[in-house]
Nanobody, 124 residues
Framework: QVQLVESGGGLVQAGGSLRLSCAVSGRTFSSYNMGWFRRAPGEEREFVAAISWSGGSTYYTDSVMGRFTISRDNAKKTVYLQMNSLRPEDTAVYYC?????????????????WGQGAQVTVSP
């Protein structure tokens, strides 16, 4: 069974930073494309960032460009989301996800495994 466990969420003031971590129990973590999605209250799930199996390619939604950085450590079987210059509109539950096959990095339906979510709250 593949499990994804997020950590690092919390409450931060606007302009502050948080680092989310997602530890993966799978045997072949390095073969997974990894992504972060978020769901704000009353909103649909939104793509945030993705990273290829090698870490050589990264993708971001426009609203986080220049502020968020996705990275991965295959030896530790962990993917990270560094979030800087946080805004109240970043408040959401953040989910990490893994996929072994897919053609659209921002399509949640292509991801096979999901974490339980980490709450990120940004106060004004």
């Amino acid at each position: 069974q593949v499990q994804l466990v997020e950590s690092g969420g919390g409450l931060v003031q606007a302009g502050g930073s948080l680092r989310l971590s997602c530890a993966v129990s799978g045997r072949t973590f390095s073969s997974y494309n990894m992504g972060w999605f978020r769901r704000a209250p009353g909103e649909e799930r939104e793509f945030v960032a993705a990273i290829s199996w090698s870490g050589g390619s990264t993708y971001y939604t426009d609203s986080v460009m220049g502020r968020f950085t996705i990275s991965r450590d295959n030896a530790k079987k962990t993917v990270y989301l560094q979030m800087n210059s946080l805004r109240p509109e970043d408040t959401a539950v953040y989910y990490c996800a893994a996929r072994t096959y897919g053609t659209e990095y921002d399509n949640a339906y292509e991801y096979d495994h999901w974490g339980q979510g980490a709450q990120v709250t940004v106060s004004p």
